[in-house]
């Protein structure tokens, strides 16, 4: 299909895009064999993320105060930076000088026939686009901002991207190897990230920290350190955001965030876990799921229990999660309907669209309360663990925590579950208040 005056119009928050092909028809890697460019509808919220996280980073000052050089690392259709430029406020998209970069010439060609169909309506910032090797590419000068969202993993492409980052900057890291990062593929996931996953319902949060572990080992070798800004795991991917920050001392402490992952754990795994600040606890004579433990603390790596190394602190911040809220997506993301829409959408198609931007956000801002607290618990798990009858809803759990005056919050993460700084003792009486043991 040529471009000139041809493609498909489709609509994604509130950016218009040019594609070959009906979005449904691209949804894996075959799409640039068959002449196709990939998009894929799944991962919007993904996109609307980090248009929020950008405003939020711009605005808190992570990515210094001049021009923001931004990379959208594997393009494809080249909406992501498109969004960027689109969905933020003149104000802060006239400071971004953004870069697509593919391997596939003929994607980058339909991502600027969409930039000139469809030029951002805030008339901010610069977009050019550089056909090759990201490895490559990224090397040509220093970014505040690097978006890397490959087919399968991430891994080939974090080291130069780190080398490639400003002093104080933002990385976004996917991952689609989720039989790997989630411990189904044992040998895929020590090949590539070194560590074990125990497949349970964590197991996504524990790839996710296999992610963060991974990644500050590679900011460390190149004198960086990285704080997290918020961690997804949705649909088939994982997701993780994160500073970046230039400095030895920072860099040195890496161990310190670096630990294990332990169902069911003993009388003195729990101990040394509380002991080192990495659980909330005062009496232990009922033992919790799991709790995190150090680096150094001597276990066998082989314990079918075990998971690790992975990132043992808080999997996002505060402030970053807190911004993700319903009303600061839909200004800056929510389409508005208008009768003369060019792709002639009704008010039904325009109130869809708007309820899948609501619901990339769902539960993040709720959840940076309790971001830093230990126990992310999956709501099955715990009715199974007590022996109680059908699990508590997330909702009602966290209502009960919350009113014996403990923080706590429903969790963002892919299965119904909450997550909360009470002790472990509070946690059970609260269960049990609401379903008492079979
Ligand atoms: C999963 S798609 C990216 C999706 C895109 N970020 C989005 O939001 O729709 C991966 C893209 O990476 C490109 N690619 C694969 N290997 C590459 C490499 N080494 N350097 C640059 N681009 C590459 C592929 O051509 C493909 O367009």
Redesign the pocket.
């Given at each position: 299909m040529s471009i000139d005056g041809g493609g498909v119009p489709h609509r994604e928050g509130r950016t218009l895009m040019l594609l070959p092909n009906l979005p449904e028809e691209s949804q894996g890697p075959g799409a640039?064999a068959s002449g196709k460019v990939?998009?894929?509808p799944a991962?919007a919220g993904?996109?609307t993320r980090s248009v929020l996280l950008f405003r939020h980073a711009m605005d808190e000052g992570m990515l210094g105060d001049g021009t923001v050089y931004a990379l959208?690392?594997?393009?494809?259709?080249g909406?992501?930076a498109r969004r960027w430029l689109n969905e933020l406020s003149s104000e802060r998209s006239s400071r971004i000088s953004a870069t697509m970069?593919?391997?596939?010439g003929s994607?980058l060609e339909w991502a600027e026939a969409s930039h000139r169909e469809f030029p951002p309506s805030n008339g901010g910032g610069s977009l050019e686009s550089t056909k090759?090797?990201?490895?490559v590419?990224v090397l040509s000068s220093g970014r505040h901002w690097v978006?890397i969202?490959?087919?399968g993993s991430p891994i080939?492409?974090i080291d130069s991207a780190m080398q490639s980052m400003a002093r104080s900057g933002v990385m976004e890291v996917s991952a689609t190897d989720t039989a790997a990062l989630t411990g189904s593929s044992r040998t895929a996931l020590m090949r590539r990230y070194g560590a074990r996953v125990r497949t349970d319902s964590l197991s996504h949060d524990s790839g996710m920290r296999v992610m963060l572990a991974t990644f500050s080992r590679v900011a460390a070798r190149h004198d960086r350190s990285i704080v997290p800004l918020v961690s997804v795991w949705d649909s088939h991917h994982l997701r993780v955001s994160f500073r970046v920050l230039k400095g030895v001392s920072a860099a040195n402490e890496l161990e310190d965030n670096i630990g294990w992952r332990v169902h069911s754990p003993t009388r003195e795994e729990v101990l040394a876990s509380i002991g080192s600040g990495l659980h909330h606890g005062s009496d232990i004579e009922q033992l919790p799921m799991h709790c995190m433990l150090p680096l150094e603390f001597p276990l066998d790596r082989s314990d079918p229990r075990v998971s690790g190394p992975l990132w043992v602190g808080p999997t996002g911040d505060k402030g970053a999660m807190s911004s993700m809220t319903e009303e600061r997506a839909l200004e800056s993301c929510g389409p508005e309907f208008t009768i003369d829409d060019p792709l002639g959408w009704d008010e039904r198609r325009f109130e869809a669209e708007r309820r899948k931007v609501i619901r990339s956000v769902r539960h993040i801002s709720e959840e940076s309360e309790v971001i830093s607290a230990s126990h992310l618990i999956v709501v099955d798990d715990l009715a199974a663990w007590l022996g109680t009858g059908a699990p508590p809803s997330p909702r009602k759990i966290v209502g009960t925590l919350r009113e014996a005056g403990h923080p706590a919050g429903v969790s963002s993460y892919g299965r119904p579950s909450f997550r909360t700084g009470a002790p472990w003792e509070s946690i059970v009486e609260a269960a049990m208040s609401i379903q008492p043991p079979m």
């Open positions: 640039k990939f998009y894929n991962m993904s996109r959208d690392g594997l393009t494809a259709s909406l992501r970069v593919d391997l596939d994607a090759g090797d990201l490895r590419a978006d969202d490959p087919y080939p492409f």
